[in-house]
C-alpha cells in the first residue's frame, strides 16, 4: 500500500478529513470519540504503521484497528441464527467467461461450497459480480446466512482473510444503496464504525463481500431503471476491484433483451472490468427433502414423500421448495395429518398455496389462539386470516416487510375494536400476535416483527386488496395500487378472494378500469390494474367478453403467457417483455399496442391481428436470435400466426435472415453481458469455428467506427483486449435499424452516431 491510498482509506475512516493530521510520519485521527495517535514508515517497500508497541502492516492495521473487521465477524455470528436442519440444495454453477470452463454451466452437489468457492476467487483488476438465482422460497437466505456464519467462523480462526456481509433488501426497486448499508450494519449488526465509503475501500480491498438479498424487483424486465443505475453506480465505485453477492430470481445477463441489459451496462464506467458469473439453486428432490426431514427427527418421511407425490407430482413445489417443506412438516404432526392436508391441496399454484397457508392458520386458531381456560378459540379462521391481512395491509402502507412492536400493537388494537371484540379477548390478541407462527422477529436495534416469508407476507397483502376489491371503493383501490409493484402472489389471491367472495368479473374489470383512467405513466396503477385485469379475463370464463376493450392499459413483464383469451380487444395498450408459450389467443385484436418484446415459441392458438402496433423485439423458436428490425419482427409474427393490419390475408412474408457478419456481432454482444472486457483468447473461444471471420473481416470494422476499442491486456503472455466502446442502447437501436446487414450496421456509426462513452 502505497502513502497517497494509506491516507485516503485512513480518511473514509473519519468523520472529516480534517480529522487525519500528519507530519513526518507521525499522524492524529480522530474518529468517533476516539483519538489515535501513531505513525507510519515505509521498511522494504511496504508501509507499516506503529502504534504504541505494534506494529503491523499498513492493510493489517486497517482492517483490524481501524475498521474493526474481528468485531464485525462477532457479530455475524451473533445476529445470524443457527439454522440447525440446514440442508444445501444442489446448483449449476456459470462461471466467468474467462475462466477454464467459459460459458459451459457446472453441477454442483453442494450449493455452499460451490458459492464460497466462487466467492474465494481472485481476479485481479476486475470487480466480480456473482449471482445466487433461484425462484422465491429456495434457500437464497438461508444459504447466504448459513455461508456468512461458515466464512465468520473462518475468519475468527484466520483460516480465511475476508466477511461475507448479508445485507437484506427486502425487494425495493428504489433505494440508496449507502443508506441500505448502513442501515444493516447499524440495525441488524450493531456495528458502527464505517462510513459508506469506507465500505466500499474495504470491498476494493476483498476484506468484505456484501451479499444483497432481496434483489428480485431490481433487476426485473419492466424495471423503471432507476435501481439498476443504482448497482452500475456501485459497481463503478469499486473501480474494477473487490467482489459482490446479488440474491435474485434472475441474473441481468439471462435476459434477451439488450434494452433490459443496457440499464445495468450504460451505468458502469467505460474503463472498469466487471466479470459476472451464477450460481442458480435447484428444487429439492426427495434426497434434500428426507434429510431435512432426518434433521427435523420425522421417522414417516417416506410415507408423507409419496402421499404427496402420488396424489400430486414429484416436481410438486410442497417436495420442491424449502420453505413449503418446512411449512409441511410443521403442519402435519404426523402421517393422517399430512394425507389430509394433501386432500386439500388443488393442482394450480394458488390451489396449493392457498390450500396450504390457510391450513397453517387453522392450526394457529385451533389449537394455540384459544382463550386461557382452553375453552373456546379467541379468532374464528376467517377473523384470523384477516388480522394478518391487516398486518400486511400496513406493512404495504409503510413500504417495508418489518413493523415495530407499537406499531403491531396498533394493528391489533384497531382489528379488535373494528371487530367489537371484549377487552379480555383483545389483550389476548394483543399479546399473542407477536409470536404467531407466520410471524418472526427480527434482530437489531429496534427490533421488529416481520412474516416467515416474503410469500407469505404478499399472500396476505393478497386478501387485503381482494377484499377492497370486493368492497368496491375506487379510491381506497387506488391508494393501493399506488404504493407499488403488486408481486404475482399477491395478485393470485387478491383474484381467488374475488371469485371466492362472487365477485363479478366484468363489473370488476370495469371498475379497475376506471381506476386506471387519467393516471400517470409514471404512476404504478396502470400496470397494476393491467396485471389484475389480465388474470380476470383470463380466470373469469365463465363471464362473456364478446366485444369487450381494454383500453390504455400497461401490462407486466410475461404478462401473456400461459393466458387463455377470447373475444377480446386490447387497444392503446403497453406490454412488457412476454413469452407466449402455453397461451390460447382466439379473436383477439390489439389495435395501436406497443410490445417491449414478444417470444414466440410454444404459443399454442394464435387466432389474433395487430393493427398499427409497435413490437420493439421479437424472439421466434432460436430463442437466441431476437429480431430488432421491423421487417423482420413482421415476418416472424406473421409465421406464428398473427395477421398484421397490413396483410389481412395473413399470407407468408419472406423471412429475412441475418447475414453472417451480424450474427457474429449479436454473438460478441452476448459475451459482453458477462464482462464489461474481453481478452482476444475469450472471444475465440465464445465464437468458436467463426473466429478467423470474426477477427479477420468483422472486428476492424467495428474498432474503426469504434464500436469496440482496445484497452492494456494485463495478464501473463501477450494477446489483445477489447472493450465496449458504445452505449448498449445504442447498440441496440443500431440492431433494430440495420436490416439483418452489417454494411447497414457500420453505416449507423458512420452517420453521425457518435456519442462516446
Request: hydrophobic share 40%; glycine share 8%; with cysteine.
Amino acid at each position: 500500500m502505497k502513502v497517497k491510498d494509506f491516507k485516503r482509506v485512513v480518511g473514509c475512516f473519519s468523520e472529516s478529513p480534517a480529522n487525519f493530521e500528519n507530519s513526518n510520519g507521525q499522524f492524529i485521527l480522530q474518529m468517533m470519540d476516539e483519538v489515535i495517535d501513531a505513525h507510519f514508515e515505509m521498511r522494504e517497500g511496504a508501509l507499516y504503521v506503529t502504534e504504541g508497541s505494534d506494529t503491523l502492516l499498513a492493510q493489517n492495521w486497517i482492517i483490524r484497528r481501524l475498521a474493526r473487521v474481528q468485531t464485525l465477524a462477532d457479530r455475524i455470528l451473533m445476529s445470524i441464527p443457527e439454522v440447525q436442519s440446514f440442508v444445501t440444495p444442489g446448483a449449476s454453477y456459470l462461471p466467468s467467461l474467462e475462466s477454464a470452463q467459459g460459458s459451459t454451466s457446472i453441477e454442483e452437489a453442494d450449493a455452499l461450497a460451490a458459492c464460497t468457492r466462487l466467492l474465494s476467487s481472485q481476479s485481479p483488476g476486475t470487480t466480480q459480480v456473482v449471482y445466487l438465482t433461484s425462484d422465491a422460497g429456495e434457500g437464497k437466505t438461508t444459504l447466504i446466512g448459513r455461508m456468512a456464519r461458515q466464512i465468520a467462523e473462518k475468519y475468527k480462526r484466520r483460516e480465511v482473510d475476508w466477511l461475507l456481509v448479508p445485507i437484506p433488501l427486502g425487494g425495493r426497486a428504489f433505494l440508496r444503496f449507502d443508506e441500505v448499508v448502513l442501515g444493516a450494519l447499524m440495525t441488524t449488526y450493531r456495528f458502527q464504525y464505517w462510513f459508506f465509503d469506507g465500505f466500499i475501500e474495504l470491498v476494493r480491498m476483498g476484506v468484505v463481500v456484501p451479499a444483497f438479498d432481496g434483489f428480485e424487483e431490481m433487476i426485473v424486465e419492466n424495471s423503471s431503471g432507476e435501481a439498476v443505475s443504482a448497482l452500475g453506480n456501485l459497481v463503478d465505485q469499486l473501480q474494477s476491484e473487490g467482489k459482490v453477492l446479488f440474491a435474485a430470481r434472475k441474473a441481468f445477463f439471462e435476459y434477451q433483451s439488450f434494452r433490459t441489459q443496457a440499464r445495468l451496462f450504460d451505468a458502469i464506467g467505460s474503463e472498469e472490468s466487471v466479470s459476472f458469473s451464477r450460481v442458480a439453486l435447484k428444487r429439492w428432490s426427495k434426497i434434500q427433502f428426507l434429510k431435512y426431514a432426518s434433521k427435523r427427527g420425522r421417522k414417516d418421511a417416506e410415507s408423507i414423500y409419496e402421499a404427496v407425490r402420488s396424489r400430486l407430482s414429484e416436481d410438486h413445489p410442497v417436495l420442491t421448495r424449502a420453505v413449503l417443506v418446512r411449512r409441511l412438516f410443521d403442519v402435519a404432526q404426523d402421517l393422517k395429518q399430512a394425507h389430509q392436508l394433501v386432500d386439500l391441496m388443488g393442482v394450480t399454484t394458488q390451489q396449493y398455496f392457498h390450500a396450504f397457508v390457510i391450513a397453517i392458520v387453522e392450526r394457529e386458531a385451533a389449537e394455540k389462539w384459544r382463550d386461557k381456560d382452553g375453552h373456546a378459540n379467541l379468532l374464528t379462521v376467517d377473523e384470523h386470516t384477516r388480522l394478518l391481512a391487516a398486518v400486511a395491509r400496513e406493512m404495504w402502507a409503510s413500504t417495508t416487510d418489518v413493523l415495530r412492536a407499537d406499531v403491531l400493537q396498533i394493528v391489533a388494537d384497531m382489528f379488535c375494536e373494528e371487530n367489537q371484540k371484549g377487552p379480555v379477548i383483545a389483550r389476548q390478541v394483543t399479546e399473542r400476535l407477536p409470536n404467531h407462527a407466520l410471524l418472526v422477529s427480527t434482530l437489531g436495534g429496534r427490533g421488529g416483527i416481520g412474516f416467515d416469508h416474503e410469500d407469505f407476507r404478499q399472500f396476505f397483502v393478497g386478501i387485503s386488496l381482494g377484499n377492497a376489491l370486493v368492497k368496491g371503493d375506487s379510491e381506497e383501490i387506488r391508494s393501493f395500487l399506488r404504493v407499488g409493484t403488486v408481486a404475482e402472489v399477491t395478485i393470485d389471491e387478491a383474484i381467488h378472494e374475488c371469485l371466492r367472495q362472487e365477485r363479478d368479473a366484468r363489473s370488476l374489470v370495469a371498475l379497475l378500469t376506471a381506476v386506471a383512467r387519467g393516471e400517470l405513466s409514471t404512476s404504478f396503477v396502470p400496470e397494476n390494474v393491467g396485471n389484475l385485469v389480465i388474470r380476470l379475463v383470463t380466470d373469469g370464463e365463465s363471464a362473456n367478453w364478446t366485444g369487450f376493450e381494454l383500453d390504455g392499459l400497461s401490462f407486466g413483464a410475461q404478462a401473456m403467457r400461459g393466458r387463455r383469451l377470447r373475444e377480446l380487444t386490447f387497444r392503446n395498450c403497453s406490454f412488457g417483455p412476454t413469452g407466449l408459450a402455453h397461451s390460447e389467443l382466439i379473436s383477439i385484436e390489439f389495435s395501436n399496442c406497443s410490445f417491449e418484446r414478444i417470444e414466440l415459441a410454444g404459443i399454442v392458438v394464435a387466432d389474433a391481428t395487430f393493427v398499427d402496433c409497435h413490437v420493439a423485439c421479437a424472439v421466434g423458436d432460436d430463442e437466441d436470435a431476437p429480431y430488432f428490425d421491423p421487417s423482420m419482427i413482421s415476418s416472424q409474427l406473421i409465421r406464428a400466426g398473427f395477421r398484421l393490419s397490413s396483410q389481412p390475408g395473413g399470407e407468408a412474408a419472406p423471412i429475412i435472415d441475418r447475414d453472417e457478419e451480424l450474427t457474429l456481432v449479436e454473438k460478441v454482444m452476448r459475451a459482453f453481458m458477462r464482462s464489461t472486457q474481453h481478452n482476444e483468447d475469450t472471444l475465440r473461444v465464445r465464437l468458436g469455428a467463426s473466429a478467423s471471420s470474426f477477427f479477420d473481416g468483422v472486428l476492424p470494422r467495428l474498432l474503426d467506427c469504434g464500436v469496440f476499442a482496445e484497452v492494456p491486456y494485463r495478464g501473463s503472455g501477450t494477446q489483445r483486449r477489447f472493450r465496449l466502446a458504445r452505449h448498449m442502447s445504442e447498440v441496440e437501436e443500431a440492431l433494430a435499424k440495420c436490416e439483418g446487414r452489417f454494411s447497414r450496421f457500420v453505416r449507423f456509426w458512420n452517420e453521425g452516431k457518435k456519442s462516446q462513452l
